[in-house]
């Protein structure tokens, strides 16, 4: 991450599924920082109807991935997993971040 990270949302850690708090970009992109470890797998899910969630397999390096979207829109994500013995991480940064 950043030195200085504009955050949407801050650091969340947890070990079950769960619906992330409601943000809203400023930008035309916001740029999510995500860990997994344990046995299995992890989604992102950019909404309750989401039919194309972000898929994390968990122990591989840390994921980046930027978002398009329409500036000043509320954001509902939620994380749900798929595994034993899991740990998940992710924050969410305004704008554009190295990947």
């Not at 990270?5 to 801050?10: E, G, H, N, S, V």
């Not at 943000?23 to 797998?41: M, N, Q, R, S």
């Amino acid at each position: 991450m950043p030195e200085k990270p504009d955050f949407l949302l801050p650091v969340t850690k947890g070990r079950d599924s769960r619906t992330l708090p409601v943000f809203t970009p400023a930008e035309k992109v916001y740029t999510i920082h995500a860990l997994c470890t344990g046995k299995g797998t992890m989604t992102i899910q950019y909404g309750p109807k989401d039919s194309d969630p972000s898929k994390i397999t968990c122990g591989d390096p840390v994921t980046v991935g930027r978002v398009y979207t329409a500036p000043d829109e509320q954001k509902h994500l939620s994380v749900k997993v798929n595994g034993t013995d899991m740990h998940w991480s992710i924050a969410i940064l305004s704008g554009t971040h190295a990947t």
